[in-house]
């Protein structure tokens, strides 16, 4: 069974960075695109980050030049570094995988931007 476990959430101020990390087991995770999405109150889960694969990575507009979404495939985790954090920044993340045509997702980590 896949499993994600999210951790790294916190309380930030406006400017400054956290470190989200995704833990994966149940799934061979160097063959797969691995996802960040985020989610506010009322509103739909959203894009925020994918690398692919081979390594290859997208963003949402909001968050390019400022988010980094990488992975390590001998530990099997997934990144996403957040600097110049911003108070819209604030949601749910949530790291996410289709494995096998199945959408797996964790259990989510809070960040909270507030000065």
């Known amino acids: 069974q896949v499993r994600l476990v999210e951790s790294g959430g916190g309380s930030v101020q406006p400017g400054g960075s956290l470190r989200l990390s995704c833990a994966a087991s149940g799934m061979n995770f160097r063959l797969y695109a691995m996802d960040w999405y985020r989610q506010t109150p009322g509103n739909q889960r959203e894009l925020v980050a994918r690398i692919t694969s081979d390594g290859s990575t997208n963003y949402a507009d909001s968050v390019k030049g400022r988010f980094t979404i990488s992975r390590d495939n001998v530990g099997w985790r997934l990144f996403l570094q957040m600097n110049s954090i911003r108070p819209d920044d604030t949601a749910a993340y949530y790291c996410?995988?289709?494995?096998?045509?199945?959408?797996?997702w964790g259990q989510g980590t809070q960040v909270t931007v507030s000065s």
């Open positions: 996410h995988v289709n494995c096998r045509d199945l959408d797996f």
